[in-house]
């Protein structure tokens, strides 16, 4: 089965510093999602990349796709308290049936 | 708001026993996936239903068991409850279950003491 594993586990920066966040897949993938999740809430959608070396922006977050090295990066600029929470990959299984996560990046900012 | 509504929000109930979660997709979605969130498993895909039948299994329990109706809505049952099933449940739904986004709800809070 597909596995999706992120790095780091977990990470503090300080406000305003540069970071990113990995998502590789045991097996090629056909459409890769970023979401955001406040501990103990509901998953809020970020971006989804479907094609190789496709890369997207919202506000101060940009997502890759690496087809080639079945990998996402996930990177924010100048990272505000507000960016704070768990950021979860998640893809679209072999059989583009199944949508599968990996078990999260712990995302802390201090000021 | 996602659009997608899980009910209960909070269960707290006895090992042993039975449970429902509750979910209604957003309108016009058609497909409503169900996960299981704990500390050390991440998010765990259960299972998947397109359109009232069941598309996709992931790794849900023997005792575990869901359904999606007619008019879409899905819940989920939990049977002989123990301790470590303690978990936030999350269901999501999507339009056609694949190759796009899907949308979460709020999760029900399972604790089983």
């Known amino acids: 089965s597909q596995e999706l594993e992120q790095s780091p586990q977990s990470l503090i920066v300080q406000e305003g510093k540069n970071l990113t966040i990995n998502c590789t897949s045991s097996?090629?993938?056909?459409?890769l999602y970023w979401y955001k999740q406040k501990y103990g809430e509901g998953l809020i959608f970020l971006m989804m990349l479907q094609k190789g070396g496709e890369e997207k922006s919202h506000e101060k977050i940009t997502a890759k796709l690496d087809e080639k090295k079945q990998q996402s990066s996930l990177h924010i600029t100048a990272s505000q308290p507000s960016h704070a929470g768990i950021y979860l990959c998640g893809a679209d299984d072999q059989a583009g049936t199944a949508l599968i996560f990996g078990k999260g990046t712990t995302l802390s900012v201090s000021s | 708001d996602s659009g997608v509504t899980q009910t209960p929000k909070h269960l707290i109930t006895a090992t042993g026993q039975r449970v429902t979660l509750r979910c209604s997709p957003r309108?016009?979605?058609?497909?409503v996936y169900w996960y299981q969130q704990s500390l050390d498993q991440g998010l765990q895909f259960l299972i998947q239903y397109y359109n009232g039948e069941e598309r996709a299994k992931g790794n849900i329990l023997e005792r575990f068991s869901a359904q999606q109706f007619p008019d879409l809505h899905s819940e989920l049952n939990l049977s002989s409850l123990e301790l470590g099933d303690s978990a936030l449940y999350f269901c999501a739904s999507s339009v056609e279950g694949q190759g796009e986004r899907a949308f979460f709800g709020q999760g029900t809070r399972l604790t089983v003491v």
């Open positions: 097996k090629t993938l056909y459409g």
């Open positions: 309108s016009g979605d058609l497909s």
